[in-house]
């Protein structure tokens, strides 16, 4: 059985839901001595944080109310967003532009429901 190719290229980011933003923020800094590599507002004021060891490439989203998820990286959405879908992947009809300073991306579904997030990133 021959490998799949895929535009997929990694784990970006693991979305933990947090309670308190600043707190997680500083547990993940001053006690675990990660990098806060985000710390922005996006879409209709949400605060996005995303903390990571030093030097790793997967980051961490300390994110306000939301379900536990997993967001991949792609070069280009627009080519993994297709791929998928011409696979019979259940994925949103289109790719999301959110506005200057948020990359492209999608989200898709696996085969019992849970969502996934793909994120073009460099």
Same mark, same amino acid.
């Not at 379900?67 to 994925?91: C, I, P």
């Given at each position: 059985?021959?490998?799949?190719?895929?535009?997929?290229?990694?784990?970006?980011?693991?979305?933990?839901?947090?309670?308190?933003?600043?707190?997680?923020?500083?547990?993940?800094?001053?006690?675990?001595?990660?990098?806060? =590599?985000?710390?922005? @507002?996006?879409? &209709?004021?949400? #605060?996005?944080? +995303?903390?990571? !060891? *030093?030097?790793?490439?997967?980051?961490?989203?300390?994110?306000?109310?939301?379900?536990?998820?997993?967001?991949?990286?792609?070069?280009?959405?627009?080519?993994?967003?297709?791929?998928?879908?011409? =696979?019979?992947?259940? @994925?949103?009809? &289109?790719?999301? #532009?959110?506005? +200057?300073?948020? !990359? *492209?991306?999608?989200?898709?579904?696996?085969?019992?429901?849970?969502?996934?997030?793909?994120?073009?990133?460099?």
């Amino acid at each position: 059985m021959s490998a799949t190719k895929t535009h997929i290229t990694r784990i970006g980011t693991v979305l933990v839901p947090v309670g308190d933003q600043d707190g997680a923020l500083r547990f993940f800094t001053e006690t675990l001595g990660f990098e806060t =590599r985000i710390d922005g @507002v996006f879409g &209709e004021g949400e #605060r996005w944080i +995303e903390v990571a !060891p *030093p030097g790793a490439e997967t980051t961490i989203a300390l994110v306000d109310s939301q379900a536990t998820g997993v967001s991949f990286a792609t070069d280009n959405a627009d080519a993994a967003h297709e791929e998928l879908r011409a =696979r019979g992947v259940d @994925v949103e009809p &289109e790719v999301l #532009r959110l506005g +200057e300073g948020m !990359p *492209p991306m999608f989200t898709f579904r696996d085969q019992d429901g849970n969502r996934y997030r793909v994120v073009e990133r460099d």
